[in-house]
T-cell receptor, first 112, second 112 residues
């Protein structure tokens, strides 16, 4: 069964706007990660947030984690056409360390 | 793609035939994983390896076997391919921290 559920499934925005996507999960985690997948390519790691962290930044990416609500969000600021991709959250559950469980992903389209 | 190659990149085969996919890494990472990606299911773990000759099952292991005789190679075998195994297969690696995973470019398999 899927540990991570993502919302929305698809998102379409204009270049320059911010994009927010959300991930919910079910069990206690060691960390939560976000990955990007461009069409026809493998997944690329974006950012990892540990269970004792609440917010993390990397360039134009901001990730938050609320362990009480078992949810995370990924914010991409000032989006670019090159950000068009699918974004996946993945959780490393405490009960199953090292084996990531991926959500179904959010497909982001950034229009020039 | 972080020193990970997959072969073949595309394969068409017939139901009932054996198929072997290869993942090769040049990073000397301990952990290797095989996932399949299907619409509506995200990525699901098939098998993983935590060292040479050390492997274990993932979420969707039925119909698949793996072998790891060298650190750099992880083979996924479909003993008798079925149409339900039509998918995109990704290999991933991680170091001893088991945190970030690095993905290969994927293999598109079509079973007719």
């Amino acid at each position: 069964s899927q540990q991570g559920e993502e919302d929305p499934q698809a998102l379409s925005i204009q270049e320059g706007e911010n994009a927010t996507m959300n991930c919910s999960y079910k069990t206690s985690i060691n960390n939560l990660q976000w990955y990007r997948q461009n069409s026809g390519r493998g997944l690329v790691h974006l950012i990892l947030i540990r269970s004792n962290e609440r917010e993390k930044h990397s360039g134009r990416l901001r990730v938050t984690l609320d362990t009480s609500k078992k949810s995370s969000s990924l914010l991409i600021t000032a989006s670019r056409a090159a950000d068009t991709a699918s974004y996946f959250c993945a959780t490393d559950a405490k009960s199953n360390t090292g084996k990531l469980i991926f959500g179904q992903g959010t497909t982001l389209q950034v229009k020039p | 793609d972080a020193g990970i190659t997959q072969s073949p990149r595309h394969k068409v085969t017939e139901t009932g035939t054996p198929v072997t996919l290869r993942c090769h890494q040049t990073e000397n990472h301990r952990y290797m994983y095989w996932y399949r990606q299907d619409p509506g299911h995200g990525l699901r773990l098939i098998h993983y390896s935590y060292g040479v000759k050390d492997t274990d099952k993932g979420e969707v292991s039925d119909g698949y076997s793996v072998s790891r005789s060298k650190t750099e190679d992880f083979l996924l075998t479909l003993e008798s391919a079925t149409s339900s195994q039509t998918s995109v297969y990704f290999c991933a690696i991680s170091d001893s921290s088991q945190e970030t995973q690095y993905f290969g470019p994927g293999t598109r398999l079509l079973v007719l």
